[in-house]
């Protein structure tokens, strides 16, 4: 196996996570399911592949025993380390090594989704020929992170989050390989903290180890902390738990609001996005059956601009905590998508003479406030305007739903 930009740590000094890692498909635990959607890893015809998948959950192990299962030489990159030059160099030697041998190599480029597009085109010519097994990896959505050219010539494979007890089994195996033995609470507990991590698992039992076996269960939780959880500002895990958040608050469930506003907070996401992104509820699903709710909504994002976080938590629990327990109507919201539907459909829209700002029938425009009730009857759109704004027998839109229905008759 090569390694490029790196040299082999002396076997003393490799971190555990390192020492114990699986050399055979049978000691690959937690991913069994995809060995039987996918039977080629194991078979002859191996073809290129890109493994996503959170971190921790074995992307490198796995290919690393592809390679030893099939025989190959493993040749590896890492994408934030080096760019197409280094890569290219690296695929030479690769090549120059199989024509001798007359034995097949795979080229492992690790982060893959971090190369730009032209760096990854770089890669098509050899995958398209075949000229060696192409195996990438990425923590990132593959469809949003690899180039469609790429995507074309290689098999998507997902490895998911691995489960505690497929955790506690890999630890057991570490502390086997160690020679080591420590109570089944402490691995249960390592288990269940590492969010689905195994390189966290393993490197948390490895200060365990290290700072003794005495610590309590409570101590190791407080040192365990929250480090394996994971968030990002950009990607899949970003957009499913502001999803969540936001049907949550539309939902009227102020509790599951509050966990996911937590989830965000804690990852680090910035305040102010979700600040904004609650404005935008405001009107959109709570409209006039509560106007109080803009009007919060707004004051909650001048605020958390202004103090900041920590502060600004306290701010945006009580904002989500109105806006999800308040009435929701979503007739304002639907009554400016039909109407923008309406104006697409058709040619130019003319103003009714007598509602433009200089026509000689202006004359003919009655003023509300002349009347009593502030009132009169007079044609405002074109004859066949539909009524877009449908308000609903919600909260204060109750009212203004009345008040129209009064003033037709």
Known sequence: MNDLFSKPATPTHQPLAHRVRPKSFDLFHGHEAIFRKYPFLKDQALPSLILSGPPGSGKTTLAQVIASHHGLELYSFNAVLG?????????????????????????????IHRFNKAQQDALLPFVEKGDFIFIGATTEHPKTSINRALLSRVHLIRLNKLEPKDIEIILRNALSHEEKTIEKEIITTIALHSDGDARYALNALETFLRQGENQSVEELKNQLGGGSRHYDKNNDRHYD????????????DPSA??????????????PKFIARRLVILASEDIGNADPQALTLAISGLHTTEAIGMPEARITLSQVTTYLASTQKSNAAYQGINDALEFVRERPTIEVPNHLRNHHPEKKDYKYPHNYEGAHVTQRYAP???????????????SKIKARLESLKK
């Open 383 to 397: 004859q066949e305007t539909p009524e877009f704004y449908q308000p609903k027998n919600i909260g204060t839109e």
């Open 257 to 270: 609001a509050l966990l996911y506003l937590a989830i965000m907070l804690d990852g680090g996401e910035d």
């Open 83 to 111: 760019g197409v030059a280094d890569l290219k160099k690296l695929i030479a030697k690769a090549m120059e090594v199989q024509s001798f041998y007359e034995k097949r190599a795979i080229i492992f480029v690790d982060e």
């Open 241 to 252: 738990v502001i999803s969540a958040f936001i049907k949550s608050v539309r939902g009227s």
